[in-house]
T-cell receptor, first 116, second 112 residues
Framework: GAGVSQSPRYKVTKRGQDVALRCDPI?????LYWYRQALGQGPEFLTY??????QDKSGLPNDRFSAERPEGSISTLTIQRTEQRDSAMYRC?????WGTGTDTQYFGPGTRLTVL | SQQGEEDPQALSIQEGENATMNCSYK?????LQWYRQNSGRGLVHLIL?????REKHSGRLRVTLDTSKKSSSLLITASRAADTASYFC????????????FGKGMKLTVNP
């Protein structure tokens, strides 16, 4: 079916506000990943899920960041009390989840977050 | 932290020429993937090579992997203006979760 979709594509918010970023993976994909990409850099891992289980959240920078995937499909990345340093492109990816060494991750278009 | 390092960081060539980009990494891997990012657009997967493979082809792309040197190269043959983009290598580390660790990327400019 369609590729990975993310919404909103652009989000401008004021410092201190909470934001929720949504990711809709490719239908049937077991694994879902969140990355953050600063300008001029490669994406950096934040967290990932297999089905609804959060497998690794070692990349979340602090406890203001959280993610969920309650029904094993759509995922939401929430940033509380946003700070200017949170401004970045937030990218979601999904993969079939067949296992290590075989999986291609397909990326969505990203959400550009700007914190004023 | 980023593991891959692409080299060179920027490359400018003429249409029709070949472009070679290199990637070095630090830890043992399960696979290495190359992605392309056009200006203002998403990351597009190009090719995946597993740790037990040495070379792989896809259209005008040729990827090699040398696990003893912890390095990979991406060759684009007969380049086109549309190949202008940033290219990233990303590794799936052995023994870790299935996250990808990306390099900083390499900017390729193909002049018409």
């Amino acid at each position: 079916g369609a590729g990975v979709s993310q919404s909103p594509r652009y989000k401008v918010t004021k410092r201190g506000q909470d934001v929720a970023l949504r990711c809709d993976p490719i239908s049937g994909h077991v694994s879902l990943y969140w990355y953050r990409q600063a300008l001029g850099q490669g994406p950096e891992f934040l967290t990932y899920f297999n089905y609804e289980a959060q497998q690794d959240k070692s990349g979340l920078p602090n406890d203001r960041f959280s993610a969920e995937r309650p029904e094993g499909s759509i995922s939401t990345l929430t940033i509380q009390r946003t700070e200017q340093r949170d401004s970045a492109m937030y990218r979601c990816a999904s993969s079939l989840g067949w296992g290590t060494g075989t999986d291609t991750q397909y990326f969505g278009p990203g959400t550009r977050l700007t914190v004023l | 932290s980023q593991q891959g390092e692409e080299d060179p960081q920027a490359l400018s060539i003429q249409e029709g020429e070949n472009a070679t980009m290199n990637c070095s990494y630090k830890t043992s891997i399960n696979n290495l993937q190359w992605y392309r990012q056009n200006s203002g657009r998403g990351l597009v997967h190009l090719i995946l090579i597993r740790s037990n493979e040495r070379e792989k082809h896809s259209g005008r792309l040729r990827v090699t992997l040398d696990t003893s040197k912890k390095s990979s190269s991406l060759l684009i043959t007969a380049s086109r203006a549309a190949d202008t983009a940033s290219y990233f290598c990303a590794t799936d580390q052995q023994g870790g979760s299935e996250k990808l660790v990306f390099g900083k990327g390499m900017k390729l400019t193909v002049n018409p």
